[in-house]
């Protein structure tokens, strides 16, 4: 087993997305540790001067004015842990809270939280056992942190908490019992430093970026094969066009359609054409595309730095006690807002695109890629399912980071929104992998009709992906299955494969 050891500075966005498969082994590093006592040091110091220090011996939010008594500081770590599990709706999912407790653990480990060590080594011990706290996926606002889910997982902490290991439900003291540990004992400002931060949110970012990702991919190759199905210009794809705008997305996705399309039968049996443009949605791929990629990097450039940065509040620099808003999740939420306007333009041209397929743009095909038009309906309705999911999309893409309820008696009167921009971003993903399917069945379809014209190799390539698991069925015949199919094969991340280096690449570099 691999190991990975968590110092608070060094955890890699590639570690973050890698670690549901890879499941290395965590441990605390050295350096953390003697970061995290230090820190342990100064709020005991700061209980024992008895000025007011928010969060150590203060209320919170609007109680922020409220000093408490030096004997009652533990206390209120309790009550706050307590207080603030009110989360509700259905458990996060087991890969989203592997991430939020891998990030969280690495945001403590920075050593600015006055929190002791053995409390992180406790939520490592849970990860290396799978030990999945039950934490409600709805009730975070995003400022001041991701109170309530973060509030689940302390909960699981002090053995007031349940958890999952595989399908068995564990309750209070098992959960700890079960990664051998004893409950955590809070002190002072520790469930303060449990529950303040951006790791919810985060998590939610993460996973769905990663699923962008594999829809780029997707989109890449579902769209150059619609080209060549189209019996369409590969001219838009030229070096020196995308060169000329000096866009980095438009050129590396402008790239990766020149490697898919290359020596192609049905191309040249077109050569002498006499279409003199493509619609958009499939000349502007690159420009469009392009973007898509240009946002994709952002958000994991954004990611990367939010591996390593420390979102508790207050904060310890040496005896300094400061409270600040590092809490606040407004980058997240752009993030998710800005990736889920791109997934969303993803999913648009996928359906502009079916409709050219399925409506005889290219005058080899049949209307709806039928075996006999009018007595059967072919992909009509495939379409229209994209249609409808395309529909969603568009008004899930509103952002969620323009929202905004105060909360807190008005002391916190801005928050990010950023778990909402999450959660829509991942159902965007998921109605945009079953609209990039109906394009790669109707494409499929449509490769079958132009038989024996071969496409190039490497779109003959994803044709066999498709056919080994979708066998052409000749005649009208159920299509939700076939759209499943196809729609795992996306989710898997197999497209990867067939692309150079078998990536797009928006995480190159980000170490």
Not at 20 to 32: F, H
Request: proline share 5%; net charge negative.
């Amino acid at each position: 087993m691999t190991e990975l050891t968590i110092s608070g500075r060094d955890l890699r966005l590639s570690d973050l997305l890698g670690y549901e498969q890879q499941r290395p082994r965590l441990m605390l590093s050295d350096d953390a540790r003697q970061r995290m006592e230090v820190s342990v040091a100064a709020v005991q110091r700061a209980v024992k001067a008895d000025h007011p220090r928010y969060g150590i011996n203060t209320g919170f939010g609007a109680f922020a004015n409220k000093q408490i008594s030096s004997s009652q500081v533990e206390e209120l770590q309790y009550n706050l842990v307590r207080s603030h599990a009110a989360g509700v709706g259905e458990p996060l999912a087991a890969p989203l809270v592997r991430r939020l407790m891998l990030l969280k653990a690495n945001n403590l480990a920075a050593g600015h939280s006055g929190i002791r060590p053995q409390v992180v080594e406790t939520l490592l011990a849970l990860l290396n056992e799978d030990v999945l706290p039950i934490i409600p996926a709805r009730g975070s606002v995003g400022a001041s942190g991701d109170l309530a889910p973060l509030a689940h997982l302390a909960l699981a902490l002090i053995g007031e908490g349940e958890a999952h290991l595989g399908e068995r439900v564990l309750i209070g003291h098992d959960v700890l019992t079960k990664a051998n540990c004893e409950p955590v004992t809070l002190a002072a400002k520790e469930g303060l430093a449990l529950l303040n931060g951006t790791q919810a949110s985060a998590a939610l970012a993460a996973t769905g970026l990663e699923q962008a990702d594999r829809l780029l991919a997707t989109s890449i190759l579902g769209g150059a094969l619609t080209v060549d199905a189209l019996a369409g210009s590969f001219a838009p794809f030229d070096k020196r066009i995308h060169k000329a705008r000096g866009l980095i997305g438009q050129q590396r996705v402008a790239t990766l359609f020149r490697h898919l399309l290359t020596e192609s039968d049905i191309h040249a049996g077109h050569a002498d054409c006499d279409r003199v443009q493509d619609p958009y949605s499939v000349r502007c791929m690159p420009q469009v595309l392009g973007a898509v990629w240009d946002t994709l990097r952002h958000a994991a450039q954004v990611l990367a730095a939010e591996c390593n940065g420390v979102s508790d509040n207050p904060l310890i620099f040496g005896d300094d006690v400061i409270s600040g808003g590092n809490f606040h999740a407004a980058p997240l939420a752009f993030i998710c807002d800005f990736a889920a306007i791109a997934v969303a333009e993803i999913g648009n041209m996928s359906e502009r695109r079916t409709d050219l397929l399925v409506r005889r743009i290219n005058p080899g095909l049949t209307m709806f890629l039928t075996d006999e038009p009018g007595l059967e309906s072919g992909m009509m309705i495939a379409h229209v399912t994209a249609a409808a999911l395309c529909s969603e999309n568009r008004t899930l893409a509103h952002p969620a980071s323009v929202d905004n309820i105060p909360t807190s008696a008005g002391q916190e009167d801005h928050v990010s929104m950023a778990p909402w921009a999450g959660f829509k971003l991942l159902d965007m993903c998921a109605n945009t992998a079953r609209i990039l399917a109906i394009e790669l069945l109707a494409g499929a379809l449509a490769l079958d009709e132009q038989a024996p014209a071969n496409t190039t190799p490497e779109l003959q390539q994803l044709y066999h992906q498709i056919r080994d698991r979708v066998p052409r069925v000749r005649g009208d015949h159920r299509l939700d299955g076939e759209i499943a199919a196809i729609t795992r094969w996306v989710d898997n991340g197999n497209p990867f494969a067939l692309l150079p280096d078998g990536a797009t690449g928006i995480l190159d570099g980000l170490e």
